[in-house]
């Protein structure tokens, strides 16, 4: 068969003292493709990646990173799932990043991260839906660890996620969902690792989320474990999870339910 595919690709990267850098750039071309009789598979896409990382060392331990990177895209595909239709479609996406690692001592280090998410997709075809997403996000991350003996390790931290979401879903048989809505999720989290002896040791985790739509939740982990020898390993674990909804699971005009926790 020809899959009627084309891929050029570019990176270049180096450093200059404590300065360290990283460009790259990519185009993926995809055209229709032919199976083994001769039968053609109408299907089309152009994309395109972009991004740069640049780094700063201050010091051992202590440094900052900014990158950016981008995709976007033009894509067509017949959709053998819902009916054969020729379904066409658009990604615009792109992610800025900022980290910083702080060594406080030898015992003690910091790493704090600002990323901003953009999420732009529409997809759909002339008989079945449109849908489309257009998702602004503000992530903030901040980690602390601590060595407290050299068996005995903590990291304490608090997470921020601000979503700002335009979301239009429009089907033939279904009233259209047009939503304009504000997401937050927040959360603090510690976690702890234990070796009592050259045998044993205890993880715990701690975790409380608060989400503005799916609500609050209290996750703990716990774990020990028994090292009998080199070839056998005991271990007795606890642990519960909380995963909030995405926007499609609380939006999606035909599958969504904005009432989910």
Request: charged share 25%; glycine share 8%.
């Amino acid at each position: 068969g020809n899959f009627g595919q084309e891929e050029y690709s570019f990176i270049h990267q180096g450093k200059s003292k404590n300065l360290s850098y990283r460009i790259n750039a990519k185009k993926r071309l995809l055209d229709d493709a032919k199976d083994g009789n001769g039968d053609v598979i109408p299907r089309y896409l152009d994309g395109e990646t972009l991004g740069f990382e640049v780094k700063n060392t201050f010091s051992e331990g202590t440094d900052v990173t900014v990158s950016y990177d981008k995709y976007q895209s033009d894509y067509m595909y017949d959709d053998k799932f819902y009916g054969g239709n020729i379904t066409k479609g658009h990604n615009n996406n792109d992610a800025w990043s900022v980290i910083y690692n702080q060594k406080i001592n030898d015992n003690m280090s910091n790493q704090l991260s600002v990323k901003r998410l953009g999420y732009d997709s529409e997809y759909g075809n002339d008989t079945y839906t449109s849908i489309s997403y257009d998702i602004k996000s503000l992530v903030i991350n901040d980690q602390f660890s601590a060595k407290l003996s050299d068996n005995h390790n903590l990291i304490i931290g608090a997470y921020y996620q601000n979503d700002d979401v335009d979301y239009k879903n429009i089907y033939p048989t279904t009233p259209p969902s047009l939503i304009k809505t504000k997401i937050i999720s927040k959360a603090l989290f510690l976690q702890e690792n234990w070796d009592i002896t050259d045998k044993w040791n205890f993880n715990t985790g701690l975790r409380y989320d608060k989400h503005s739509i799916a609500g609050n939740a209290f996750t703990p982990k716990f774990n020990l474990g028994y090292k009998a020898d080199d070839k056998n390993n005991y271990y007795v674990s606890y642990g519960r999870f909380f995963v909030a909804p995405g926007v499609s699971n609380y939006y999606h005009g035909r599958y969504g339910n904005p009432n989910l926790k």
